[in-house]
């Protein structure tokens, strides 16, 4: 079986600071996702990639950018932390059949 | 308009009572995925589903393509059961886009 790393775990930053989320997948999956979860609520789509090289836009891509460096890792960069930002990052992968989750970066802005 | 709609958006139960959560989608669909999520916690995943009927020890997961539906069947609901339940499709638009709904959130009462 295969893992999702995301790194890091817990995150803090300044009103304003650029931040960047990472995540390594060994699946060897084709396509990864970036989702946004805040509290209480269901998971909003940042960004995903379908390949190497590949970025397509979510819901709610404004405010973030994203890297597909190599097929096995996704970043994304938080471009202006909000603050009193508070949120769950996940990252997932997959091959068109089912999806595989991270366990999350959780964000707070101060 | 929302593409995936999940009902009821929450729910209480005696344990020992049955539930049916319900995932309706706006089109047809290449991939359909149930996760439970505890608050604060990974997402686990349930069922990966595009059709037809799966069990699981108390649950059941079944997708009616042509009625642009899904439903989880839960039997016997145990304390252990409150969480927030997720169904996530990827839609038939030639993409890989994989979209939430907004959740059930249950809870069992003993």
């Known amino acids: 079986g295969g893992i999702i790393t995301q790194t890091p775990k817990f995150l803090i930053g300044q009103e304003g600071q650029k931040l960047t989320l990472k995540c390594q997948q060994n699946?060897?999956?084709?396509?990864m996702y970036w989702y946004r979860q805040d509290s209480g609520k269901g998971l909003r789509l940042i960004y995903y990639?379908?390949?190497?090289?590949?970025?397509q836009k979510g819901d709610l891509s404004e405010g973030y950018d994203a890297s597909r460096e190599k097929k096995s890792s996704f970043s994304l960069t938080v471009t202006s932390a909000q603050k009193n930002e508070m949120a769950v990052f996940l990252c997932?992968?997959?091959?068109?059949?089912?999806?595989?989750f991270g366990k999350g970066t959780r964000l707070t802005v101060v | 308009g929302q593409q995936v709609q999940q009902s009821p958006a929450s729910l209480v139960l005696q344990e020992g009572e049955n539930a049916e959560l319900q995932c309706n989608f706006s089109?047809?669909?290449?991939?359909m995925q149930w996760f439970y999520q505890r608050p604060g916690g990974s997402l686990v995943s349930l069922f990966y589903?595009?059709?037809g009927t799966k069990h699981s020890g108390r649950l059941t997961s079944t997708t009616v393509i042509k009625e642009r539906r899904s439903s989880l069947h839960i039997s016997s609901s145990q304390t252990t059961d409150s969480g927030t339940y997720l169904c996530a499709l990827a839609l038939n638009t030639g993409n890989y886009k994989y979209v939430f709904g907004a959740g059930t959130r249950l809870k069992v009462i003993a």
């Open positions: 990639s379908i390949t190497e090289n590949d970025l």
């Open positions: 699946f060897n999956h084709d396509t």
């Open positions: 997932a992968s997959s091959i068109g059949g089912p999806v595989f």
């Open positions: 089109t047809s669909l290449n991939s």
């Open positions: 589903n595009p059709s």
